[in-house]
């Protein structure tokens, strides 16, 4: 049963900045592209992020490019999501998953996974 467990949420004034970890089981972790997703209050849940399975190849939407960096560990089959400079619109419950496909735009769009969501976890960015 592939599996993934969020991690790194909190409380964080505008300006700051967060690291979010994934650890995912029940899958070649390696074999892999791997996305982040997040659903603010009263929205959609939106792609964010993703990178293929080297972590050679990424993808951002714009909203947080140059502010948010994925990047892997496969030897320890974990996935972050370094994020800095939040702003207010950053909050939200952010997810990760293993993409059915590779990382581009449409899959991480259309959220094109293996599993079902986990728990996620919550940022909130607020003064």
């Known amino acids: 049963q592939v599996q993934a467990v969020e991690s790194g949420g909190g409380l964080v004034q505008p300006g700051g900045s967060l690291r979010l970890s994934c650890t995912a089981s029940g899958l070649r972790f390696d074999n892999y592209a791997m996305g982040w997703w997040r659903q603010a209050p009263g929205k959609e849940r939106e792609g964010v992020t993703c990178?293929?399975?080297?972590?050679?190849?990424?993808f951002y939407i714009d909203s947080v490019k140059g502010r948010f960096t994925i990047s892997r560990d496969n030897a320890k089959s974990t996935l972050y999501l370094q994020m800095s400079s939040l702003k207010p619109e950053d909050t939200a419950t952010y997810y990760c998953a293993a993409l059915g496909g590779t990382c581009n735009e449409v899959d991480l769009r259309d959220a094109n996974t293996l599993a079902a969501w986990g728990q996620g976890t919550v940022v909130t960015v607020t003064s």
């Open positions: 990178i293929n399975w080297r972590g050679t190849s990424t």
